[in-house]
């Protein structure tokens, strides 16, 4: 088989692959397998866990170094994020906000790691990320105004005609409901897509590299391109970790506020 078709056959079966969650790489016996995602999931967990350690342990008056960059991350989460949202109460909530910040910046960064797969590359980590916050902040309005008081804050307040109260009310549940897929589903989009393209850019590289004559000069085009994606990548993986850090706290506000409106 020529290169140009043994390069797209590969591509296509890393597409396939990657479509189905990862494929199988350590078998446990039985339905379960650990798939590329999971793994390098865990590999985020641990690289996140021993960062935060070794910044703990080196902490002083004046930080340097590992325990500056977090510190610095910190204040920025509890600052940038939680009180400017929610305001002085969230500072209680800050410790869930930071976790969902620091889980997803870690993977999305370890992700473009080459040979490495981001963890929220797959639509089963960021669906159950998602539902985690759906559960979370739903459980804090319902526990802070009581079910019914909670459920009556959906409708709006003052003198509204019934019968637009009762169409509001049924948007804002439908809104409600489908945010656990509109959270995910950007959050994976973005990850997913930028893995594909720096693949297909890589992919070309490649195969103009394997070329004869001026054709292979041509590949210095598509390696640019690709320096240019991964830097717009990196970016990329800071800032859906910001948007889904953001609005697990603008969720959470919302249920805390919500009926004041």
């Known amino acids: 088989m020529d290169p140009i078709g043994r390069g797209v ?15 199988p790489v350590a078998p446990l016996g039985g339905p379960f397998v650990i798939t590329n995602y999971m793994f390098w999931l865990l590999v985020s967990l641990v690289v996140t866990v021993v960062f935060f350690m070794v910044a703990a342990r080196k902490a002083s008056l004046v930080p340097k170094g590992i325990a500056n960059v977090a510190e610095a991350a910190v ?37 473009l790691i080459p040979g490495a797969k981001a963890g929220t590359g797959t639509m089963s980590t960021t669906v159950t990320w998602a539902v985690m916050v759906f559960v979370v902040y739903n459980y804090i309005g319902i526990a802070k105004h009581g079910f019914l ?32 897929l509109t959270l995910s589903v950007r959050l994976f989009a973005n990850m997913y897509a930028g893995h594909v393209t720096l693949g297909v ?24 391109v690709q320096i240019v994606m991964y830097a717009f990548e990196v970016f990329v993986a800071f800032i859906q970790a910001y948007v889904f850090a953001i609005l697990t706290a603008v969720y959470i506000g919302g249920a805390i506020h919500a009926g004041e409106h």
Do not use: Q
């Open 201 to 224: 850019f890589a992919l070309f590289v490649v195969l103009l590299g394997e070329a004869a004559g001026a054709a292979k000069v041509a590949a210095v085009l598509p390696l640019a």
């Open 9 to 23: 056959e590969e591509l296509l079966h890393e597409l396939s692959v990657m479509s189905v969650n990862g494929h």
């Open 75 to 111: 204040e920025f989460v509890r600052d940038g994020i939680c009180i400017d949202v929610m305001g002085p109460e969230g500072k209680r909530y800050f410790p869930f906000v930071a976790t969902t910040f620091f889980f997803v910046l870690f993977n999305n960064v370890i992700g």
């Open 149 to 180: 008081g909670y459920m009556k804050s959906f409708a709006p307040s003052g003198k509204v005609p019934f019968v637009l109260k009762v169409y509001v009310w049924i948007l804002e549940v439908i809104s409600h409901l489908i945010r656990p």
